[in-house]
């Protein structure tokens, strides 16, 4: 057997390996079709609460789903250093390594979501405070979110299976996992917030549904496989060798988490200026900017995978062709959705509202939102080849360097062109993230593969 058939055929074990279109897709597609399950599933608590036939139970459903955004935000580096560092672990054939992070990671998982729990009343009576519904509002939010809390060490240890299974490549058991969690969501909805009539209790009941079973289903299949033979020791579990470069990571990604969502509440601070249906018009076009996001999405778990075996297995030219065929899939997927948003951008938004009002402001700043494809692909696919890579310091001071730039943006743009300016600002932002990173890479991974 020659050295390129040994390599191709080592396409899932440790060691060299050769990146192939078929080994990127087989994580994209699945973890593509996995993520599009979510929006689908805030579709569906929309229709079952606005089918009530009250409005401040779906404005209390809002203000809940935005203070549940605050929260799970927080977290989200949960995910992102479990996938790193499972995949660098996988590239170099460290089995029990792979475990001890998934402990690790369960660990901090689970404690997080109990103290959630226990001082949910705070963060409740802190978010009401912050978000300042009406009387009618807030109650029905406080019955939402104090139900829907209990489902916080299954939604945190859902984001640390994900995590390990991302690292290892398994995309199709992640698009299993994603598709029972939210299925069962969406289904437990309808059953108990219409045909029981529970309402909005009813749509929170079936989210702490959906992700305990997620989480019982996803642990046990992890655990199925792996070898007790090679098992870490709890002392290598919780070594201060181990834990300090994973809490650094973490802190590194929740920083750029916070950043990112601060931009996005930025923009929406700014828009409120502009009147209420030019405010509308941004919400209906910046959910064409996160439909075209979902699919990004998963070409950048492919890249964090890759890159990350590719580190862990030392072996650099599958790190160059991975970020080579990432970004050609990325870029080129990014193109085509351009060109079909501006083909049928505007039937889209008839789609996403009725208001003849809102539907003339978004017609025309529609271009704008077609173009976020092309300006975030390289943001999007950064993100996943520095999360795999584990270069999260890099990450987080260029997300802060991009966000400083979005900043200065928008006081030159938005005085000069309003609403418009505020979109260049925003695309300005996604390039920014996208070409920083990727000035960095050259000297990072020379000095991974040194």
């Not at 799970?72 to 580096?77: A, E, H, I, S």
């Not at 505007?346 to 017609?363: G, M, Q």
Request: proline share 3%.
């Amino acid at each position: 057997m020659t050295t390129a058939e040994k390599i191709d055929d080592n396409a899932h074990g440790a060691g060299p390996f050769l990146v192939t279109n078929r080994l990127i897709l087989s994580i994209a597609i699945p973890m593509t079709l996995g993520f599009l399950t979510t929006p689908l599933l805030g579709l569906v608590d929309t229709a079952v609460v606005g089918r009530l036939g009250q409005a401040t139970l779906l404005a209390g459903l809002a203000v809940g789903a935005i203070l549940f955004d605050l929260i799970f935000t927080t977290f989200n580096f949960l995910r992102a250093s479990t996938t790193g560092l499972v995949a660098q672990a996988f590239g170099r054939g460290d089995r029990a390594e792979e475990q001890a992070v998934f402990w690790r990671s369960m660990v901090i998982a689970v404690v997080s979501g109990i103290a959630i729990v226990l001082i949910s009343p705070l963060v409740l009576s802190a978010g009401l405070w912050l978000l300042a519904p009406g009387p009618e509002v807030a109650e029905v939010t406080r019955t939402y979110f104090l139900y829907r809390i209990l489902s916080g060490p299954f939604a945190l240890a859902n984001y640390a299976i994900l995590g390990f299974v991302l690292g290892r490549g398994q995309g199709t058991t992640g698009l299993l996992l994603q598709t029972l969690i939210n299925g069962v969501n969406i289904v437990l909805s309808i059953f108990l917030g219409l045909h029981l009539g529970w309402g909005v209790m009813g749509v929170a009941l079936a989210t702490v549904t959906g992700e305990t079973i997620g989480a019982i289903v996803g642990f046990a299949i992890v655990c199925s496989r792996f070898d007790r033979a090679i098992a870490p020791t709890w002392a290598e579990i919780f070594s201060m060798a181990r834990l300090k470069p994973l809490f650094g990571l973490n802190r590194d990604i929740m920083i750029r988490s916070f950043v990112l969502l601060a931009a996005f509440t930025l923009m929406t601070r700014i828009g409120t200026s502009f009147g209420p249906v030019t405010l509308a018009a941004n919400a209906v076009l910046m959910s064409i900017f996160l439909l075209a996001g979902y699919y990004l999405d998963g070409l950048a778990n492919a890249a964090e995978q890759l890159t990350g075996r590719a580190i862990g297995a030392r072996f650099r030219p599958a790190f160059d062709r991975a970020l080579k065929m990432t970004a050609t899939w990325s870029l080129a997927l990014a193109a085509m959705t351009t060109v079909a948003f501006f083909i049928v951008g505007d039937r889209l938004i008839d789609t996403l509202t009725t208001a003849a009002d809102v539907r003339a402001v978004a017609y025309e700043y529609m271009p704008w939102a077609a173009i976020t494809a092309i300006t975030g692909a390289l943001a999007f696919l950064m993100d996943g080849v520095f999360i795999g890579a584990t270069w999260s310091r890099d990450m987080r001071n260029m997300m802060l360097l991009a966000f400083a730039g979005y900043v200065a943006a928008l006081l030159v743009l938005v005085p000069l062109f309003g609403n418009h300016g505020l979109w260049a600002g925003l695309n300005l932002f996604l390039l920014f993230r996208g070409v920083f990173l990727l000035a960095l890479v050259p000297r990072r991974a020379r000095a991974s593969f040194a």
